[in-house]
């Protein structure tokens, strides 16, 4: 069922088996990430808190999957939640991540993965800040981050390349 709804978005967005995350198989990925992103993303390992990347890291820009680059969280809703790992009280859009329930330390938790490639990500808890009372626990690891600097001199940098015709 889930094949089949992956395979007619494939047809419909045109994208191609070479260039689409979910055909890739895990020695591409083995391939393609660090061991730690391998483990995080392919495997739903977990960091150690406070020792990683983003977790006090608070530059404006974007979050990205490490996987397959597609946007994840902005720094705008990024917070410091104290818990050691990178805090985001929403995704960059709904679809931009699926949740899926996960029973593996024996209580219920929401384990949260990207909606491209099905790389995991991290959890979502219901302790967060207002508005949405929501607290993405996220692996530094399966993220990239872009800062605004860099957003906006790719933005300028396509728009005099391309936009000059
Ligand atoms: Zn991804």
Redesign the pocket.
């Known amino acids: 069922m889930k094949n089949t709804s992956i395979l007619a978005i494939c047809l419909l967005i045109g994208c191609t088996t070479a260039q689409d995350?979910m055909a890739m198989n895990e020695s591409d990925w083995k391939e393609k990430l660090t061991p730690e992103q391998y483990h995080i993303l392919r495997e739903a390992g977990t960091e150690a808190p406070f020792e990683n990347r983003f977790d006090r890291h608070f530059e404006e820009g974007e979050y990205s999957?490490a996987?397959?680059?597609?946007p994840l969280f902005r720094s705008a809703e990024k917070y410091n939640s104290g818990c050691g790992w990178p805090a985001f009280t929403m995704p960059w859009n709904e679809n931009a991540i699926t949740r899926h329930q996960d029973n593996s330390l024996g209580t219920l938790r929401i384990e949260v993965r990207?909606a491209?490639?099905d790389?995991h990500l991290g959890h979502v808890f219901t302790d967060g800040p207002p508005p949405t009372g929501n607290r993405f626990c996220i692996n530094s690891a399966a993220m990239n981050f872009t800062s605004s600097d860099e957003l906006n001199s790719t933005n300028s940098w396509a728009a005099a390349t391309f936009g000059s015709g």
């Open positions: 995350p999957c996987g397959c680059n597609a990207c491209k490639c790389g």
